[in-house]
């Protein structure tokens, strides 16, 4: 049975784990309310490429500039990755990696599902394996919900500002009892490749949902409100402060069959649920490729 690899990214001593989440959650909900307070009106009417998609890139590089600046100033020293322009190499051992809008599409036509997701992490994160979230704080704007996890100090969501709930995930262990989360990615060939790939895991769980954000998708899982989550085609900013909030709730994360979590697919579910969807998942894969 396949369970996921423990991290063997060195983490340093002394890092001020709870400076960074501290540092992750200020930023995660100043760019949330720059996302919705500045979302222009007329985004939710046009939906054409030219015009609405290019909108909302400016209001990505806004959210990631806003971020950087306010990361950079707090911690000059660390690394900065996003999702937009504007990367940078630091020399602290620690990188700061943001997606300003996870859920892009959600937020152009106005769906409610969408998430600031920032997260420190240590290692390099343009290398699947070598790198581990060691602090950050997910928002999603909409909800009023921050989640938000550091190193061994465990998985928290407060709502509206409240006080903080911890978070574990759900005890769901027969998988075809599970509500799954899963995700497409943006070009055509891919999703028809995740689709077949679907179609092979649907008859094995519960139901199937799409949510439209994986960060959202990883707290989710966090907090029970899914079962297990896999999806093909995340980058490391999808996926980094999520990771860290699901397995700070006692979830399991990683690629198939003992590998890193990597483009190539990421499964998250509780413990109970992880090796069971990783062979249902496998087998589909190996399946779809065979079947071509
Ligand atoms: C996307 C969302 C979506 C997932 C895609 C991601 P973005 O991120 O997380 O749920 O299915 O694979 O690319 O582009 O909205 O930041």
Redesign the pocket.
């Known amino acids: 049975m396949a369970a996921p690899q423990a991290s063997s990214v060195p983490v340093p001593d002394g890092l001020p784990l709870r400076e960074l989440e501290r540092l992750a959650i200020e930023t995660a909900l100043e760019a949330g309310r720059l996302i919705v307070d500045d979302r222009p009106d007329s985004l939710g009417v046009s939906k054409t490429k030219s015009s609405a998609t290019d909108v909302v890139t400016v209001m ?1 590089q806004r959210a990631q500039d806003l971020l950087r600046a306010r990361l950079r100033a707090a911690r000059p020293q660390d690394g900065f990755l996003g ?1 937009e322009e504007g990367g940078a190499s630091g020399s602290s051992g620690v990188t700061w990696v943001v ?9 152009l036509y106005g769906i409610p599902a ?1 998430a600031v997701s920032v997260a420190a992490v240590v290692g390099d994160p343009a290398v699947p394996g070598q790198w581990t979230p060691v602090a950050g704080a997910v928002v999603d704007p909409e909800r009023g919900h921050l989640f938000h996890a550091s190193l061994g100090g465990g998985a928290w969501r407060s709502v509206d500002g409240g006080s903080g709930e911890r978070l574990r995930v759900g005890e769901q262990s027969d998988l075809s009892h599970a509500l799954v989360g ?5 070009e055509a060939p891919v999703r028809v490749w995740q689709t077949r790939v679907l179609l092979e895991v649907i008859e094995h769980i519960r139901d199937i949902r ?8 990883l707290c989710h899982v966090a907090d029970g409100g899914l079962d297990a989550y896999f ?1 093909r ?3 490391a ?2 996926m980094a402060a999520g990771w860290l909030v699901l397995s700070e709730a006692g979830g399991l994360f990683g690629g198939l069959a003992g590998r890193p979590a990597d483009a190539a697919m990421v499964v998250a579910a509780a413990p109970g649920l992880f090796a069971e969807l990783d062979e249902v998942v496998a087998a589909a894969v190996a399946h779809v490729r065979t079947a071509k």
């Open positions: 990505d999702e997606d300003p809008i996870d859920g892009t599409v959600n937020y969408y899963t995700g497409f990615g943006y799409r949510i439209g954000s994986a960060a959202l998708d999806e085609g995340l980058n900013w999808d």
